[in-house]
């Protein structure tokens, strides 16, 4: 992804000034939403370091691959709380167009977000 791309979190700013930060590591995401929207841009981008950083150590997997076959298309948040953001990320894959419709929850350990797991439906 070029830097003078939009993020493809859907913000509209650059993803040089938005999400692409929070990969580098320069900075760290300040709510539960910013994280879980810079985590849909780390998967658009396949940022897969990223996204284990920000995994919670009680639930993250020892290791990440991710699919190739996928192209993220969109997302769309459609709730927030203290520690949760429900959304819908669509995307197109080998078998056509989906969605993912999640209930994400996050944790706060060390003055940093991490994303726990999530429910779908």
Known sequence: MSVQDRCPCGSGVLYADCCGPLHRGAREAGTP?????????AFAVGEAGYLLRTWHPRTRPEDLELDAG???LSLQVL?????????????RGPGGRGFLRERSRFARQGGRWFYVDGTTN
């Not at 927030?80 to 990320?89: C, L, N, Q, R, S």
Request: glycine share 4%; aromatic share 16%.
């Open 33 to 41: 939403e910013e994280l879980m929207r810079s985590r849909y841009s």
């Open 79 to 91: 709730d927030t709380g203290p520690d949760e953001v429900e959304f819908i990320a669509r995307y």
């Open 70 to 72: 996928i192209t993220w």
